[in-house]
């Protein structure tokens, strides 16, 4: 099993097949709209840029689970994503990431790289995963890791 088993709807409303990415380093993100780390879409735009001509990507999955920090709806979520920070990479419909109605792609991600002391949840927005070219999980970085130190593992996976 790997991510390129899943589907998700995209942001627009349209199911995905994450096999379409198959074969690319992928970053997998669960974002927020109003929280402390939301300047992290500067740079995991950047990034994206960066290295997207190589076959990277960023999901961005929007969530509502922390202090309620993404109430919009979808297209609310997509324009201020565009608005303020430029966002280009593909952004997914608004998930749960932890307990009972957690979507299965992110019940896999934490399955195959738990957090601290072994944990199954997502602690806040931002946790991000990234996942190599054969759709494999390869490190779990936590919230507050910036996307510019994650530059050098998405490097090594696009090289």
């Given at each position: 099993m790997s991510v390129y088993d899943f589907k998700a709807t995209d942001i627009t409303g349209q199911e995905r097949e994450l096999s379409e990415f198959k074969g690319k380093p992928l970053l997998i993100v669960n974002t927020a709209s109003k929280c402390g780390l939301t300047p992290q879409f500067d740079g995991l735009e950047a990034l994206y840029k960066q290295y997207k001509d190589q076959g990277f990507a960023i999901l961005g999955f929007p969530c509502n689970q922390f202090a309620e920090q993404d109430k919009g709806s979808d297209s609310e979520i997509a324009g201020f994503c565009m608005k303020n920070y430029g966002v280009s990479f593909p952004m997914f419909s608004k998930?749960?990431?932890?307990?009972?109605?957690?979507?299965?792609?992110?019940?896999?991600?934490?399955?195959?790289?738990?957090?601290?002391?072994?944990?199954?949840?997502?602690?806040?927005?931002?946790?991000?995963?990234?996942?190599?070219?054969?759709?494999?999980?390869?490190?779990?970085?936590?919230?507050?890791?910036?996307?510019?130190?994650?530059?050098?593992?998405v490097k090594a996976l696009v090289e």
């Amino acid at each position: 099993m790997s991510v390129y088993d899943f589907k998700a709807t995209d942001i627009t409303g349209q199911e995905r097949e994450l096999s379409e990415f198959k074969g690319k380093p992928l970053l997998i993100v669960n974002t927020a709209s109003k929280c402390g780390l939301t300047p992290q879409f500067d740079g995991l735009e950047a990034l994206y840029k960066q290295y997207k001509d190589q076959g990277f990507a960023i999901l961005g999955f929007p969530c509502n689970q922390f202090a309620e920090q993404d109430k919009g709806s979808d297209s609310e979520i997509a324009g201020f994503c565009m608005k303020n920070y430029g966002v280009s990479f593909p952004m997914f419909s608004k998930i749960e990431v932890n307990g009972d109605n957690a979507h299965p792609l992110y019940r896999y991600l934490k399955d195959q790289a738990p957090g601290f002391l072994g944990s199954k949840k997502i602690k806040w927005n931002f946790t991000k995963f990234l996942i190599n070219k054969e759709g494999k999980v390869v490190k779990r970085f936590a919230p507050t890791t910036k996307p510019a130190a994650i530059e050098k593992h998405v490097k090594a996976l696009v090289e």
